[in-house]
């Protein structure tokens, strides 16, 4: 299949398209962090004190849908079509980003952008786990970590995209959902142009089958089988793996400018740098994944077992670095510290290593499922994730307001050393794990053999 350069390019094109699908999904989620400012009383009608707590309130229901919508979907996507239900996600989101321009100001805008924001919930909820299966069917194993490192890397760009758009607009912020929606748009009609990856088509026990159909599809029975699988159980069930990122980065503004004195503008800066070199990350080891996989077949949960380790490192000299600038401090004034220049460089080296889990836990997750289980798994690690990234917070605010920012910060250090020991059971797990999909994978091979030659 893969020395098909017609089929090769086909894929490339596809790959590319849920790309950008996800890209400006994860934009248009990133697009309210900028607003909870005072501008928005203007708006909605609210004094500053109610204005957080109201838009909190659109994010936590935001939230709460999509994960509810990843679930479902991505359950009746092991059923049906993928394509077509990624393809209503997209429109439903995109619409509904779009209609957001015509929202008026005061009270009744606020509860139409609640309702808007609610049902883009539902419509991006349905995108990841179809996308992410998709991806699975159509990237072959070897080559699977490769892939989805540049959906991860979708992923933080569209987060990047959503808070540099959303800061950008100011007064205009309705523009930044109508650029998003319009061009989620036009790629929700692009999905009409590829053809669905055939389930299954990419695994190796499968592929010179030509002509018989893969028609296994997700049962009510399968749900028991799947957690016999000691490694699901450890790649779904681990969700604090979000809480250490979601602390540092939930605290990380305020935690720089109240104690070392950094303005705004360069945290921004400085997180921007640290972001982009997370993308590097995210590519060098994702390819790292697969080429390593074909000598060891635990090396991608080695990866995601490093790439989760050292950052508490990084994280713990970021910490310890003890400087503090003087008002007005220029870039360049900042560089001539040292200590400065060791706190923001074991921040980027904390990015570019810590974004290798992604790809690596992706990659894995799609190897040790059958390919009609694989789109329900990934939801239910998507909605654990959630869970991760919203109790991040809320443990970085009450340990800030009962003992302070510093120590708040520390707490992330416990929750990412926490994280390394639930990982460590997966690299025991793994390799029996996989044997048993490839054992069955063989047996539905000679299946789809017999019943083609029969006919």
């Known amino acids: 299949m893969a020395k098909n350069p017609k089929l090769r390019r086909s894929m490339s094109l596809t790959i590319v398209l849920f790309f950008f699908i996800l890209l400006f999904s994860y934009a248009d989620q990133n697009l309210l962090g900028p607003f909870l400012n005072p501008h928005l009383q203007t708006f909605f009608g609210s004094t500053e004190d109610a204005l957080v707590p109201k838009m909190s ?81 159509t990237a072959q194993p070897e080559k699977r970590t490769a892939a989805f490192a540049y959906i991860n890397v979708a992923m933080i760009m569209g987060q990047l995209v959503g808070m540099l758009l959303g800061g950008m607009m100011g007064d205009i912020w309705r523009i930044a959902y109508l650029i998003t929606g319009t061009f989620s748009l036009l790629l929700a009609f692009g999905l009409l142009g ?48 979000c ?38 990350g995210a590519l060098v080891f994702g390819f790292l994944g697969d080429r390593l996989f074909k000598k060891d077949r635990r090396a991608k949960v080695l990866i995601a077992l490093i790439c989760n380790a050292f950052p508490i490192l990084f994280f713990i000299i970021f910490l310890l670095s003890d400087y503090n600038l003087p008002d007005g401090a220029s870039m360049g004034d900042a560089l001539s510290i040292p200590a ?3 706190a923001v460089g074991s921040l980027i080296l904390l990015m570019f290593v810590n974004q290798g889990v992604g790809p690596n836990w992706h ?60 990982w460590l059971p997966i690299f025991f797990y793994i390799e029996k794990d996989l044997d048993n999909i490839h054992s069955v994978l063989e047996g539905r091979a000679k299946m789809m053999m017999e019943k083609k030659e029969n006919e």
Not at 83 to 96: N, Q
């Open 363 to 422: 990659s894995t997750l799609t190897d040790v499922n059958l390919p009609e289980h694989r789109a329900t798994m990934i939801s239910l690690a998507s909605f654990m994730d959630l869970i991760g990234h919203t109790v991040g917070p809320l443990i970085a605010g009450f340990m800030t307001a009962q003992f302070g920012l510093q120590a708040a910060m520390w707490a992330a250090v416990f929750f990412w050393g926490l994280n390394v020991v639930l």
């Open 194 to 241: 590829i053809k669905e990856p055939k389930r299954g088509a990419a695994e190796k026990e499968l592929r010179g089958i030509e002509g018989a159909e893969y028609n296994f599809s997700l049962t009510k029975e399968d749900f028991k089988k799947i957690w016999s699988n000691k490694s699901n159980f450890w790649l779904i069930t681990n969700f604090i793996d």
């Open 57 to 137: 309130i659109i994010s936590s229901v935001f939230v709460f849908l999509s994960g509810v919508s990843m679930v479902v979907c991505a359950i009746l996507a092991d059923k049906t079509s993928r394509k077509w239900i990624c393809f209503g996600g997209t429109m439903i989101y995109a619409l509904f980003s779009i209609s957001t321009v015509l929202i008026p100001d005061g009270e009744v805008g606020y509860v139409l952008f609640f309702i808007t924001r609610a049902l883009n919930g539902i419509g991006i909820g349905a995108i990841v786990p179809t996308i992410f299966s998709m991806v699975g069917d």
């Open 340 to 342: 400065f220049v060791l």
């Open 243 to 280: 809480i250490p990122s979601g602390i540092a980065f939930f605290l990380i503004f305020k935690y720089l400018e109240d104690t070392r004195n950094m303005d705004p503008e360069m945290i921004t800066m400085v997180v921007l740098i640290a972001f982009i070199f997370g993308i590097g």
